[in-house]
């Protein structure tokens, strides 16, 4: 009988992020709210993302997503990955790059300030098996900031770091109170040895002139401590050309900068209050993010970045400053004759999105590309033409009101996870569901289902499912079948785990799908990640096998 050692109602309340994972109950991950289905030729490859909460939870409301941490999906909302746990604290910048040769997965770990939009902690990699094989921390007994870890050469990295310093304010306003202003510092680092390879300080070049939030009202902080430091530059992110100099997109300027890699001179300055270009039609850029080269034929530098066009703090606290009613990712070329910038190609919000902070502009090799709203919570996908072709919000329901996700990416990518794959074995009216899943597996076409049927652990074949999403399931319409077991099959047909050998339990079903008092709760049945509403059980259930005992 059902629920006969536990009363029904302790099974509410019932949070939507439940009942996705029979084999892995313990995995809430956002359900992507995808309103914009994948056309044909979107990108090949998964979709990177960390979304997190935009609010804090409080005693007696919860915000979205429950498991806040890097995910990989695919274009239909199916999870592929969950780092929840294997990133820990406050993960942010999650994304695949090739290191020595190999594909790894890198994410900025650590304490989140999110008044003032700075992080402090550390990148940590992990192999292909999702183990750990690196944790960099800044050179110079610095600590990293959230915004940039960029592999140059599958050798080296680009970070930043915001140091607080203290300093005559008063030619920019201050009192004698406001001493403190923060440096924005770039370093590159070998990524092996964490040698400090280059480091440049934005006070020894660029003076606070060049600030657009002034010191007063305290927008970018007032300055009256370390923890409250005027963030006159805020560089957010970081790249270096094959010219081997490095190309920094400082927000709080309004500014791309060009800084010559061996003196740290600045070559030259797009937007800002110093500009070195005139500025062609919807070139005009503020509170940027994400700038990055895009390789070029010619001798003209082309740049990619995202252009926010709207400043506030991540936490909702403060005044916002719009300078466009609505933010765009922009391809901008630039001639270092003629000192002109032009637009390329600007990529639109499908639902006029204004973020007021972070972003990323991702160029893709067959020429789509990938803008990620930021505060927003949201990813699109363009045709190289600025048409639409895929759009999701970051989380569902309830759940997805004021998430965020600071920058988003398709990359591909093999998983090879080193956890053991789950498996569970559900008995109801129907008969016995038995549900298995292995969380990061990108190689398993056809999950094989066993019977274990004697003591020497012989095995009857019960059935084969196709692979279709996270979870696979298999029904047999009998009970009492005993031990049961799986085997994951890859595309060559070979044998890539096997699972531990499990018993059937009574299955709790949803409170929406019980009968009498307790089902007064919301109802919610699972997102088959088609935009389609399908009822629990018949999830992946792709051939029914008859069996006797
Ligand atoms: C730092 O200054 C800010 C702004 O005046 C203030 O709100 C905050 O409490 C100060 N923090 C500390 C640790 O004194
Ligand atoms: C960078 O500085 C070096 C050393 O002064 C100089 O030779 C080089 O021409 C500079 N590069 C640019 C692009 O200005
Ligand atoms: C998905 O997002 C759209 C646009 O914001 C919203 O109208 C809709 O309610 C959302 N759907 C879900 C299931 O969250
Ligand atoms: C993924 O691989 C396919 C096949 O090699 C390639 O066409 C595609 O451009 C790759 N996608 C990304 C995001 O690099
Ligand atoms: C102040 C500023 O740079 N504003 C610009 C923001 O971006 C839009 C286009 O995205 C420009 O038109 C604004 O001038």
């Not at 391809?331 to 003629?338: Q, S």
């Amino acid at each position: 009988m059902r629920f006969s050692w536990l009363p029904a109602a302790a099974l509410l309340p019932l949070a939507a992020a439940d009942w996705q994972f029979k084999s892995r109950t313990d995995l809430a991950p956002p359900r992507l709210n995808i309103t914009i289905p994948a056309a044909p030729d979107v990108e090949k490859g998964y979709l990177f993302v960390a979304p997190f909460a935009g609010y804090a939870d409080t005693a007696g409301e919860q915000h979205g997503p429950r498991q806040a941490a890097p995910y990989i999906y695919r274009d239909d909302g199916e999870l592929v990955w969950s780092g929840y746990g294997y990133y820990s604290i406050w993960a942010t910048n999650f994304q695949k790059a090739r290191w020595k040769g190999k594909d790894v997965l890198f994410c900025f770990e650590g304490d989140h300030n999110p008044g003032y939009g700075h992080g402090h902690g550390h990148t940590t990699i992990l192999d292909q098996h999702y183990e750990t094989i690196r944790e960099l921390r800044a050179g110079n007994h610095k600590l990293t900031d959230k915004h940039e870890f960029h592999v140059i050469n599958e050798e080296t990295a680009l970070i930043q770091v915001y140091q607080p310093v203290p300093a005559d304010l008063t030619p920019w306003g201050a009192s004698p109170e406001q001493q403190w202003i923060v440096d924005a510092i770039i370093q590159e680092l070998d990524i092996e040895t964490g040698e400090l390879l280059f480091e440049w300080s934005s006070l020894e070049h660029v003076s606070p002139d060049e600030a657009i939030l002034p010191i007063n009202p305290g927008q970018a902080g007032s300055g009256y401590n370390s923890s409250d430091a005027w963030d006159y530059f805020h560089i957010n992110s970081v790249d270096k050309g094959s010219d081997g100099n490095y190309l920094i997109s400082a927000r709080d300027a309004c500014s791309v900068h060009k800084i010559n890699g061996t003196t740290g001179e600045i070559i030259w300055r797009l937007g800002g209050v110093k500009s070195d270009f005139e500025l062609g039609d919807n070139v005009k850029f503020c509170f940027q993010h994400h700038a990055r080269y895009v390789p070029s034929e010619d001798s003209k530098e082309v740049i990619s970045l995202y252009d926010n066009a709207s400043h506030g703090t991540e936490d909702g606290r403060g005044h916002e400053v719009h300078t466009h009613p609505f933010s765009q990712g922009k391809i901008i070329e630039v001639d270092t004759i003629t000192w002109k910038a032009t637009i390329v190609q600007a990529f639109q919000p499908p639902d006029g999105l204004l973020s007021k902070s972070q972003g990323s502009t991702q160029l893709l090799p067959n020429g789509n590309v990938i803008v990620n709203w930021g505060s927003e919570g949201a990813l699109t996908e363009y045709r190289a033409d600025g048409t639409p072709i895929f759009h999701t919000y970051m989380d569902s329901g309830y759940l997805g009101l004021g998430v965020e996700n600071y920058r988003g990416f398709r990359y591909n990518w093999t998983g090879l996870p080193n956890e053991a794959p789950a498996i569970v074995s559900l008995e109801n009216d129907q008969g016995t569901t038995v549900y298995v899943s292995w969380n990061g597996d990108t190689e398993t076409r056809t999950w094989r289902f066993f019977n274990i049927v004697d003591d020497y652990g012989s095995r009857q074949f019960l059935g084969e499912v196709e692979r279709k999403g996270f979870e696979t399931s298999l029904l047999i319409k009998d009970h009492g079948i005993g031990l049961v077991t799986a085997e994951a099959i890859g595309a060559s047909g070979r044998v890539l785990t096997s699972t531990a050998a499990v018993k059937a339990k009574a299955e709790a079903l949803p409170p929406s799908s019980l009968s009498g008092p307790s089902s007064n709760a919301p109802t919610y049945t699972p997102y088959d990640g088609n935009g389609e509403q399908v009822p629990m059980g018949q999830k992946d259930v792709r051939r029914v096998v008859g069996m006797s005992t």
